[in-house]
């Protein structure tokens, strides 16, 4: 679990980031922080991750503040992404690359080798490629199978998909998708609605170094004075949605009206349609072109990643077996 209370930080003395943060979350959740620029989300995950450390207040990981553990007791529970790969990077080889963890941590052996040698078949990397040659989506998807290999219990994400095309995003995001369906609590910064909305099962929404919102997902997605406040667009099928619900005060109670989804919108707009009834002639219609997103059109696929779970898992039976 991880928990803030009543966290301030900052780079300057004289120029706070974060005034009084407080929120908690919990074991195996998708959190998404949200907000303009300047917000202090990439702050607090740095707070997360301990790269920084609490001006005032508490950072919290599993009950024991980030100042009491070692940086490497961190890197083994938190795995940080961040926004671009080449501030992450730093080998001359794939293979030692997804090496260096394990080398930081001093576990380096047949069981590390085994690891490196799984992701690396898995990603379909060159393991002798020089990193810093290859684009800009192959590197991404280089440091994020970097953290992956080191199995964390959290995995932290600065923008995942920035600067990615359609497949990138596509690829990046349904390992993240199968990493949390297996356990992996994700906590990600992320600017496309559109990714929040089909990912994330909760939001905190950050504006001027503080927490203004929180709670599941759609729901602060729908509420007009949070999306005001932090200058947030909504994801295209709540944005139509609430609109349609202004529009029409029929619709802010009917299915239309609370769509969150295409496929929700879909089925709603086709029960609409088949009432036959409560449309005024001459009525203006609003006519939906929308393209599923690289997120919605993701499908999860069972992929053997190495987890914190697994790690459990495996070393209890060993035990049980001597």
């Known amino acids: 679990m991880i928990e803030f209370r009543n966290v301030h930080a900052s780079y300057n003395a004289s120029v706070p980031v974060l005034k009084g943060v407080d929120f908690t ?16 989300k990439s702050t607090t995950m740095r707070l997360i991750d301990g790269l920084i450390k609490p001006d005032e207040g508490e950072v919290l990981i599993d009950g024991v503040p980030t100042t009491e553990l070692r940086t490497s007791e961190l890197a083994k529970r938190v795995g940080f992404l961040f926004q671009n790969p080449d501030s992450q990077i730093c080998n001359n080889t794939v293979r030692d690359e997804l090496m260096f963890g394990f080398k930081a941590l001093h576990e380096e052996g047949p069981e590390a080798e085994e690891r490196v040698a799984g992701i690396i078949e898995l990603f379909g990397f060159d393991p002798d490629a020089d990193p810093f040659l290859l684009n800009r989506g192959t590197r991404q998807l280089l440091a994020l199978a970097s953290i992956v290999v080191m199995a ?30 297996r356990g992996t609590t994700v906590v990600m910064v992320c600017h496309d609605m559109e990714i929040v909305g089909d990912f994330a099962e909760q939001v905190i929404v950050m504006n001027d170094g503080r927490v203004v919102d929180q709670g599941p997902t759609f ?18 099928m709540v944005d139509l949605s609430l ?13 239309v009206g609370r769509a969150n989804t295409l496929d929700e919108m879909e089925a709603a707009v086709r029960a609409e349609a088949g009432k036959g009834a409560g449309v005024a002639e001459g009525a203006p219609v609003v006519e939906l072109a929308a393209a599923p997103t690289a997120a919605s ?6 992929i053997p990643f190495p987890t914190a779970r697994d790690d459990a898992a495996k070393q209890a039976a060993e035990q049980g077996g001597r």
């Open 25 to 40: 979350i919990e074991d195996g959740a998708f959190v998404a922080f949200v907000g303009t620029n300047g917000a202090g």
């Open 243 to 255: 609109t349609l619900a202004a529009a029409d005060a029929r619709l802010a109670q009917a299915p």
């Open 297 to 302: 059109q993701s499908r999860a696929r069972v």
């Open 219 to 236: 729901e602060v997605l729908r509420r007009r004075e949070t999306l005001e406040r932090a200058s947030l667009v909504p994801p295209q």
């Open 152 to 181: 964390p219990q959290v995995l932290v994400l600065d923008e995942p998909t920035t600067g990615l095309d359609f497949r990138e995003c596509e690829k990046v995001m349904d390992i993240v998708r199968t990493l949390h369906e």
